[in-house]
């Protein structure tokens, strides 16, 4: 076996460092401007940001040559929410150096394939995992492996399940409710590897009351602080369509409405779509504003103490929903994008108050950056 020197291993890792956040730059300027571009049609008499104003978030965040989307995050909350506050994160700011800076990239690609969190956590409660499909071949709910014939059969006995991929799912991509015998035919044509199949979960009634068709889930955002887990930020995502998929964005007005979650569990009377306009009632009629989510404390509980084992991953977007018997079930959690603009908009600042260790921690990023 080749080994590849150490030497030229720093300069590889210097190169896939740099290629990263190229992306990470250009993708956070493009997301910000259509954020701009979907919210100002939605707020009258548009407010613009101060020179002052933009003075204290450059010196508050680090920025270094501060361009026009590095304060639309600002600008949109300032509208949104009424009055400006510097905590607010820019979207550069987390894409381009906090994203990659709390967890080593290496880590979070090992880590996020669906059909492993419940080796990395065995007491979590997980949907009922029916079949794995891993690199093309098929495992059983025990790691054990399976002929396509018998995972065929294994998939008919438990009808209906859900199948997703394992690996880049992001926003309920490529999930599907499979019934039948011909949908099963069907899904596994065209799902060539790395999926996930799952028996259905049946949500708790006031998850039902929401949105009957689609499993709604919590946002749930954690972080390690000085090596403890905190809870920085907690949502619904509830979607207004047919979508199974609770997460999924399909037009400006319609699909996933966003409402925070206060520390006893209660939903706030105002939640965002995708494009920051305020809903207070579902299209199906429903008043969401003080519902209250079934074994809340106990799901906060739950991510933290799972958070502090795996201290690595400094921040995790968790997705939860909680059953007919009111028990929480993790659906997944996310490493790479946990939501942080959705999560601006239904709670407000991300980090709250530890928003000065992040904004410290964001300086240092940066100064190391410049370094390379």
Not at 84 to 89: G, K, Q, T
Not at 168 to 186: A, F, H, M
Not at 196 to 204: F, G, N, R, S, V
Not at 312 to 330: A, C, E, Q, R, S
């Amino acid at each position: 076996m080749n080994y590849i020197k150490p030497s030229f291993t720093h300069i590889y890792h210097r190169f896939d460092a740099f290629i990263h956040d190229s992306f990470r730059r250009n993708w956070s300027k493009h997301y910000s401007l259509n954020q701009l571009k979907d919210a100002k049609p939605n707020y009258k008499n548009w407010k613009k940001l101060t020179r002052n104003e933009k003075k204290e978030i450059v010196s508050y965040w680090g920025i270094k040559d501060p361009r026009k989307s590095d304060f639309i995050t600002h600008e949109i909350m300032l509208n949104v929410h009424g009055k400006f506050d510097v905590r607010y994160c820019p979207e550069k700011i987390f894409r381009v150096y906090l994203d990659p800076g709390l967890s080593d990239r290496k880590i979070v690609s090992a880590w996020d394939d669906k059909n492993y969190f419940e080796l990395h956590q065995p007491n979590l409660p997980f949907p009922k995992t029916i079949l794995r499909n891993v690199n093309g071949y098929f495992l059983d709910s025990n790691y054990s492996h399976v002929q396509i014939n018998d995972a065929k059969d294994i998939i008919l006995n438990n009808l209906p399940v859900i199948i997703k991929p394992s690996i880049d799912s992001g926003e309920g991509k490529n999930l599907r409710l499979i019934s039948n015998k011909d949908e099963v035919d069907d899904a596994l044509s065209n799902y060539k590897k790395d999926y996930i199949i799952q028996e259905l979960i049946i949500q708790c009634d006031e998850f039902k009351k929401l949105s009957p068709k689609s499993v709604n889930a919590m946002r749930v955002v954690t972080a390690i602080i000085n090596g403890k887990a905190v809870l920085l930020s907690s949502m619904l995502l509830c979607n207004t369509t047919d979508s199974i998929a609770c997460n999924t964005n399909v037009t400006a007005n319609a699909g996933v409405v966003v409402i925070g979650i206060d520390k006893n569990g209660k939903l706030d009377d105002v939640g965002y779509f995708e494009n920051a306009k305020q809903i207070q009632t579902l299209p199906n009629g429903v008043k969401f504003g003080g519902i209250k989510v079934p074994s809340y404390k106990k799901v906060i509980e739950l991510a933290l103490k799972a958070h502090e084992s795996m201290p690595m991953l400094g921040i995790i977007g968790w997705d939860i929903t909680v059953d007919k018997d009111d028990n929480p079930i993790f659906i997944e959690w996310n490493l790479r994008g946990i939501g942080m603009y959705h999560s601006q908009l239904a709670t407000g600042p991300l980090f709250g108050e530890y928003s000065q260790q992040f904004a410290d921690l964001s300086k240092k990023l940066i100064k190391n950056w410049k370094k390379k």
